[in-house]
């Protein structure tokens, strides 16, 4: 069997036996064929099903230091990788057989994305007055939703919060006028922190409360239609209101709330180890992410303004 005629079998059999999308069957039949071309050039002839069977580990390595060289990232050589793998795993089924280089190769590690963060301007938008500006059917949206709203996003910007952090903190945690200066968060694995409070988001706290005067301090600071505790669902479609009535990006979620407070901050001078513990983060690694976003955005800004950034 030759290496096309093995190629079209494993398509065959991810479309018909695995019920692979149509989409996952071309991906991987486009990057079985880049790998039996590379395979043809490298070798000097077209490799046959039991020759692929016995490609050495420096083969399978080459093919990927060549991609590589062609400009693909981590992301698309762990793909193409893994089809490879694939292949080779049902070529070896069909012949009774093991692949021998499969075993001491890994995959290229794929780099998290960075975090996408919004202007100063873009991130003020959600705590101000666009929520009130919302429609509901039609009609337009109560004041104490559009207070929530705007008491939420605020906070979720001035604090760094989570989505889950803020929608888990009660109204006796509240961070009102009068009260302790930080507010103490629970984050994930349970740690602790405190995180400093601007009077901005004080306010806008007080503002939505001012809607909710009988409210209990164990009750649940933000709150749905029906009383009960605001769905992380519901403050993402209010959030999805709003960017599209000002025109902001796709990429405005509650998250790059969050992640705008670090790169802001950052952009400001703060110490790294300093945001660390504002967002709680248990690794500094992760808050490194945010050098690399900030120098991008230094980065754009000198070759906007540098008269020899051509």
């Not at 050495?56 to 693909?72: I, W």
Request: with cysteine; charged share 25%; proline share 7%.
């Amino acid at each position: 069997m030759s290496g096309e005629e093995a190629r079209a079998a494993f398509l065959d059999w991810l479309a018909a036996e695995r019920r692979a999308a149509p989409h996952t069957v071309e991906a991987y039949g486009r990057d079985v064929a880049e790998f039996l071309g590379f395979l043809a050039r490298h070798l000097g002839h077209p490799p046959g099903a039991a020759e692929l069977l016995t490609l050495p580990l420096a083969d399978l390595r080459a093919f990927l230091a060549a991609r590589a060289a062609a400009g693909a990232g981590n992301s698309t050589r762990a793909r193409q990788l893994a089809a490879v793998r694939g292949f080779l795993r049902f070529l070896a089924r069909r012949q009774g057989t093991a692949p021998a280089a499969l075993g001491g190769l890994r995959s290229p590690r794929r780099r998290p994305p960075l975090p996408r963060a919004l202007s100063p301007a873009e991130a003020r938008a959600f705590g101000g007055e666009l929520g009130g500006l919302r429609m509901t059917e039609r009609t337009p949206l109560p004041a104490w939703q559009a207070a929530r709203d705007a008491a939420l996003f605020t906070l979720l910007y001035g604090c760094g919060l989570r989505i889950a952090e803020a929608l888990a903190l009660r109204v006796g945690e509240a961070p009102l006028p009068g009260r302790e200066e930080a507010l103490r968060v629970t984050g994930k694995g349970g740690r602790t922190r405190l995180v400093p409070v601007l009077p901005a988001v004080r306010e806008a706290i007080a503002a939505w409360l001012a809607h909710r005067p009988g409210a209990g301090p164990e009750e649940p600071l933000f709150v749905g239609v029906r009383g009960g505790r605001l769905d992380p669902g519901v403050a993402q479609r209010a959030m999805r209101d709003i960017r599209r009535l000002a025109g902001l990006p796709e990429h405005a979620t509650p998250h790059a709330l969050r992640h705008s407070f670090a790169t802001h901050l950052l952009a400001g001078g703060a110490d790294l180890r300093a945001i660390q513990e504002l967002l709680g983060h248990a690794s500094l690694s992760t808050t490194q992410r945010y050098t690399a976003l900030d120098t991008e955005g230094l980065l754009a800004t000198w070759r906007l303004a540098h008269p020899r950034a051509d």
